[in-house]
């Protein structure tokens, strides 16, 4: 389910059976860095709105967790600890954060979710059919992920 008001609206109805959240984490940089920012952007957007679609019915896509690049990571990690338990506190048992930041990768023990690092991926030189067969090939991958993580918490 994505966060619209029609899967809003159902979720709040089917709350016992939508049990995960999945927290896209980009960063946005300007000048030099713009562009790839950009393509991490695109990259986890695309990934997480196929999750979704996987998972619709068992998951809820929040909106993404977006912080300046040149921030300090302190800030922004305690940021996100709020998005953290404000999420847990409404009884969403999983949590997942899926990001191209490798930065995040030192800051995992820090989150009671799951962090899940994906390098990005370029795709603004590929035509749609082969940016969904990566997109596809990836997802695939994390479904095995995500159902690991549901059976050993369960």
Do not use: C
Not at 12 to 19: N, R, S, T
Not at 43 to 70: A, M, S, W
Not at 89 to 118: M, P, Y
Request: glycine fraction near 4%; hydrophobic fraction near 35%; aromatic fraction near 12%.
């Amino acid at each position: 389910m994505k966060w619209i008001p029609k899967d809003i609206e159902t979720f709040l109805g089917a709350k016992e059976y939508i049990d995960t959240a999945i927290i896209p984490i980009y960063s946005v940089s300007l000048g030099d860095e713009m562009k790839d920012s950009a393509a991490r952007h695109e990259f986890i957007t695309l990934l997480t709105g196929y999750l979704e679609r996987q998972f619709t019915g068992r998951i809820l896509l929040f909106p993404p967790y977006t912080y300046l690049k040149n921030e300090k990571s302190e800030n922004t990690m305690k940021e996100l600890k709020k998005w953290e338990e404000n999420i847990k506190n409404s009884e969403i048992k999983h949590i997942f954060f899926i990001t191209s930041e490798i930065e995040w990768k030192s800051q995992e023990e820090k989150l009671n979710g799951s962090l899940i690092w994906l390098p990005s991926i370029p795709l603004e030189h590929m035509d749609e059919t082969q940016k969904v067969s990566i997109i596809d090939s990836q997802v695939k991958q994390l479904v095995n992920l995500f159902t690991e993580k549901w059976h050993k918490k369960d």
